[in-house]
């Protein structure tokens, strides 16, 4: 596999982290195509979000490596592999709730990342534009002056998903995006999620398997830190491991 | 439930909502015409001096109100500022003439009684205004971005670097206090006298350091409005609420948080700088750590997120702690104690967060403003 490397976006070998001993993921590989949409499922402890964390730089590997477009991430700071073009999601919603929407998707507006590109930041036509156009996607025109604290926990989750859009990420990862959301907001959500993975790259972890179905260009069964199966929907679900640990509860 | 203007800066282009206009232009009253027309040159000396601390507050604003980043050492860059001016005026009032009686005359007294016999290195670059002038802003900003650089690229935060700026804080007086034949020791850099020639003692010379020291002011609360304002103001807020959020926004936290902090170093220095000037000393009693949490006591009772707040809350603090402190010697530690828990407890967003809950209600009763942006629904 590793000759044609060039054609992955993300290439992760071996890779490994313990927390005091406990090896969370365990010599992970996997590889994701660019425009795939990777969904990552396996039961609860099986280190989905970990991987993520991974990826991102939010936790340190101890050992392994992950490339994205030639880069090693694994030695670069959080912001540093935003800047490379990978955007994250996280589980709980995570938007900064005394900030209106507005600045929510300001903050996220891929400009002015330094301490005097902050200073001299100004909310021209262009930002407001896209600010504009992002708000629609996700619903929340008519909230743009609202504190993100008073919106409601679907809102929230759009709201996030919003950041990560303005960020424009070719890598976007999403840990749980319809959790916690009621039927209609679930709807609506993979209907936007659907429009946004259309052309890039991303890795989904989610435990709904009738929306793992309608997106999963691909699928990586993980258990207990450990890749257990990979392939289409179809394949895995018919692999009699995965059923053992998984499908089968 | 803060008082950054979220909904009111909406728009770019307005530097001041109403509201902040209005608070500034009453602000700009008491200290430039109220205070001077009431107050005897004694009586304003005082509040100057209690507005040189006022530097310090509204650096804490930046730094712990919208970035959550609370120093108990903002002492460390009052005094350095302070110092360094007083370095300054110390060598110009031990000209060989005044000093003759010296063993070593043309050099500091504290010095000479240290059985000194010549000017240190260090101390030689003070006699430039110029370089003071600087060095006035420059080394507590280097020192700060030391300090800000070793703790926020570990990600040492909330209280860890607090207490290891007040550890700083006791080592820097601790210091300063043993090298007494460099420093002055407890003492001191005493019997300041002239600026470039100008006597600063005069009751003239005061009241015209006042209005310089007021203007300054006006200075560094315009800069904090200003970065409060910038993007760099929401991510400070977006950092005290999500700190890990925002690294993966794309921003580098640590050098947003050394930024501010070195910030409110360079307030404090100035602060530090005008109060040598107008008190005529200075000491390691405005270096440690009982000053530097009056510091933030100050900021705290005004409003840790109002810049005005924290004047209005240093002048307060400081203006009943002479008068109480003039009565009840004794009483005073007490009432600053509770003073501080009665913040926390009972309004913790300080005056300004009261001013924000009952006054401005009253305001809007009075006068309905039908023009007032509406938020959206």
Redesign the interface.
Known sequence: MSDSKDAFILTVEDLTVSFDGFKAVNGLNFYVEPNECRVIIGPNGAGKTTVLDLICGRTKATGGSVQFKGQELLKMREDQIVHAGVGRKFQNPSVYEDLTVFENLEISYPRGYSVFGALAFRRDQAVRDRIAEIAEIIFLQNHLQEKAAYLSHGQKQWLEIGMLLIQDPELLMLDEPVAGMSVAERVKTAELLNRIIADRSVIVIEHDMKFVEDIATRVTVLHQGKLLAEGSMAHVQADPKVIEVYLGH | M?D?P??AT?R?GRFLNRTEMLGAAALALLVFVLLPLALDPFRLNLFGKYLTYAFVAVGLVLCWGAGGILSLGQGIFFGLGGYALAMFLKLEASTPEATAIQSTPGIPDFMDWNQITALPGWWQPFHSLTFTIIAVVAVPVIFAFIIGTAMFRRRVGGVYFSIITQAIAAILTILIIGQQGYTGGVNGITDLRTLNGWDIRTDEAKTVLYFVNGALLFGCLALAQ??RR???G??L??M???E??????????A??KI?VFCLGAAFAAIGGAMFTLQVGFMSPSFVGIVPSIEMVIFCAVGGRNSILGAVWGTLLVNWAKTTFSEGFPELWQFGMGALFIAVVLVFPDGLAGLWKQHVEPLFARLKPRPSAPQ???
Do not use: N, Q, W
């Open positions: 803060t950054f979220s909904m909406g770019d200003f970065v910038s993007k760099l929401r991510i807020i977006a005290r609420d999500r890990d959020r925002v690294r993966f926004s794309g921003y580098d936290v050098s947003f930024f938020p959206a629904e």
